[in-house]
């Protein structure tokens, strides 16, 4: 993970508005937007500290990571938002299953490899997306380890790299391999959905 990585989450609602809670918490650098413009998430922002910035759309897209924390329905229009998303390593936290229409969007594909098709070109990682919001922002207490996040992409070089990322948000990252393998654990209603797991300190 380069120094010079620049992160973008899109999205503020439950979801968007956790990941920015850990951004914050860690000290890293993170643009937040949305489709209301940046008006409506200043006070977000603002609630976090300087590290996490209100943008528009146009401006959190130009980031290397981008994390789609929107509603699944919204997936379709959100890819239309770049011609091609080459470059881009696109963390999909969107759990399909509670969207009405979810099986005639995805025709037999996991959400991951549908979010592939409509972002051409995006290195597509699955994450953040097995606990609910509260948990994932929640602090682990002190002396009881790292909560555990599992992560899932085809491109091994994007899987590492998010999981790097996660450990320096304070997270203990579980690659599990690629989104049709590991990734189908993650998705709802899979094995590892709603599953709190800590990684404990070493024994001293």
């Given at each position: 993970?380069?120094?010079?990585?620049?992160?973008?989450?899109?999205?503020?609602?439950?979801?968007?508005?956790?990941?920015?809670?850990?951004?914050?918490?860690?000290?890293?650098?993170?643009?937040?937007?949305?489709?209301?413009?940046?008006?409506?998430?200043?006070?977000?922002?603002?609630?976090?500290?300087?590290?996490?910035?209100?943008?528009?759309?146009?401006?959190?897209?130009?980031?290397?990571?981008?994390?789609?924390?929107?509603?699944?329905?919204?997936?379709?229009?959100?890819?239309?938002?770049?011609?091609?998303?080459?470059?881009?390593?696109?963390?999909?936290?969107?759990?399909?299953?509670?969207?009405?229409?979810?099986?005639?969007?995805?025709?037999?594909?996991?959400?991951?490899?549908?979010?592939?098709?409509?972002?051409?070109?995006?290195?597509?990682v699955k994450a953040f997306n097995q606990l609910p919001a509260q948990t994932l922002a929640a602090e682990v207490p002190s002396g009881q380890g790292k909560r555990v996040v599992f992560v899932s992409s085809d491109s091994g070089e994007a899987s590492s790299q998010i999981a790097e990322l996660a450990g320096t948000l304070g997270?203990?990252?579980?690659?599990?391999?690629?989104?049709?393998?590991?990734?189908?654990?993650?998705?709802?209603?899979?094995?590892?959905?709603?599953?709190?797991?800590?990684?404990?300190?070493?024994?001293?």
């Open positions: 993970m380069s120094a010079d990585t620049r992160y973008a989450i899109v999205g503020s609602g439950n979801i968007g508005s956790a990941l920015a809670r850990l951004f914050a918490r860690a000290g890293v650098e993170v643009s937040i937007a949305n489709t209301r413009g940046p008006h409506s998430i200043t006070e977000l922002a603002a609630s976090l500290g300087p590290t996490v910035r209100a943008m528009t759309l146009t401006e959190a897209l130009e980031s290397d990571v981008i994390f789609m924390a929107i509603p699944f329905g919204a997936v379709e229009v959100f890819g239309n938002a770049l011609p091609d998303w080459n470059g881009k390593t696109v963390v999909d936290t969107t759990n399909a299953h509670y969207a009405a229409n979810a099986d005639d969007i995805l025709k037999g594909r996991l959400s991951s490899q549908y979010a592939a098709d409509v972002l051409p070109g995006a290195q597509i997270l203990s990252a579980v690659e599990l391999g690629r989104i049709d393998e590991g990734g189908r654990l993650i998705q709802v209603p899979g094995a590892l959905v709603l599953r709190d797991f800590t990684e404990q300190p070493p024994l001293t």
